[in-house]
T-cell receptor, first 115, second 113 residues
Framework: DARVTQTPRHKVTEMGQEVTMRCQPI?????VFWYRQTMMQGLELLAY????????DSGMPKDRFSAEMPDATLATLKIQPSEPRDSAVYFC?????????????FGDGTRLSIL | AQSVTQLGSHVSVSEGALVLLRCNYS??????LFWYVQYPNQGLQLLLK??????LVKGINGFEAEFKKSETSFHLTKPSAHMSDAAEYFC???????????FGKGTRLHILP
C-alpha cells in the first residue's frame, strides 16, 4: 500500500533550535496538509498545498513557522526558533484533489519535544 | 460553514458489547463524510467514507456507519467490541471541491474486559 512518509519520527531539541520536519506524500497526490495534534487543542490544520502552491497557512504562527514544497515528492515544515509550546505531534497528509470525494491519507507523524 | 460534533470525548464499552460513537455534522450542501481511527503513536487511518448512494457504509474491522440526512448524523457502530478497537475515532466532513476536511474533536474508545 502507498503511504505518506514522515521523518523524523521523533525529535527532541532545546528551545531556540531550528526544527525541520519532512513529508513524502503519496505518489500522484496533489494536495498536502500539515496538522498539529496536542492533548489540549486536538487536531489543528496548520497549512496546505495544492499542486505545490500554498493555499492556506492561516493556522500557522507565521513568525516562526514556514511550510514549503520544493518538489512534488517533498514537503517541509520548519520552526525557527522553536519554543516549548511547539511540543506536539505533527502530521502530514496527502490527497488527490481531482475527485472531490477522496479522503486524506496520513503519515505516522513526527513527535516533537522542545526542552 | 461546515462543522462536526462528536458526542462524548470518552466512551467505554465492555468487550463483546455494541459500540456506538455519535457524530453530527452541519453543512450547507450534501457532504462527504468520513470516520478515521487513530491507534497510539500512529497517524489517522481511514475507517470508512460516505460519498453518495447507499446510506449504510461498511468499513474495515467490522465497523459501519449510517448517513441520516434528516438527522444530520453519521454515527459509527460495531456489533461486538474487541480489545483491539481501543483507539481514538474522528468523524470528518468535506464539501465537494473543497480540499480541506473538517475534523471533529475525537472520541476515545475504551474497551473493558
Amino acid at each position: 500500500d502507498a503511504r505518506v512518509t514522515q521523518t523524523p519520527r521523533h525529535k527532541v531539541t532545546e528551545m531556540g533550535q531550528e526544527v525541520t520536519m519532512r513529508c513524502q506524500p503519496i505518489l500522484g497526490h496533489n494536495t498536502v496538509f500539515w496538522y498539529r495534534q496536542t492533548m489540549m487543542q486536538g487536531l489543528e490544520l496548520l497549512a496546505y498545498f495544492r499542486n505545490r502552491a500554498p493555499l492556506d497557512d492561516s493556522g500557522m504562527p507565521k513568525d516562526r513557522f514556514s511550510a514549503e514544497m520544493p518538489d512534488a515528492t517533498l514537503a517541509t515544515l520548519k520552526i525557527q526558533p522553536s519554543e516549548p509550546r511547539d511540543s506536539a505531534v505533527y502530521f502530514c497528509a496527502s490527497g488527490a484533489a481531482q475527485t472531490g470525494n477522496q479522503p486524506q491519507h496520513f503519515g505516522d507523524g513526527t513527535r516533537l519535544s522542545i526542552l | 460553514a461546515q462543522s462536526v460534533t462528536q458526542l462524548g470525548s470518552h466512551v467505554s464499552v465492555s468487550e463483546g458489547a455494541l459500540v456506538l460513537l455519535r457524530c453530527n455534522y452541519s453543512s450547507s450542501v450534501p457532504p462527504y463524510l468520513f470516520w478515521y481511527v487513530q491507534y497510539p503513536n500512529q497517524g489517522l487511518q481511514l475507517l470508512l467514507k460516505y460519498t453518495t448512494g447507499a446510506t449504510l457504509v461498511k468499513g474495515i474491522n467490522g465497523f459501519e456507519a449510517e448517513f441520516k440526512k434528516s438527522e444530520t448524523s453519521f454515527h459509527l457502530t460495531k456489533p461486538s467490541a474487541h480489545m483491539s478497537d481501543a483507539a481514538e475515532y474522528f468523524c470528518a466532513v468535506k464539501k465537494n471541491r473543497d480540499d480541506k476536511i473538517i475534523f471533529g474533536k475525537g472520541t476515545r474508545l475504551h474497551i473493558l474486559p
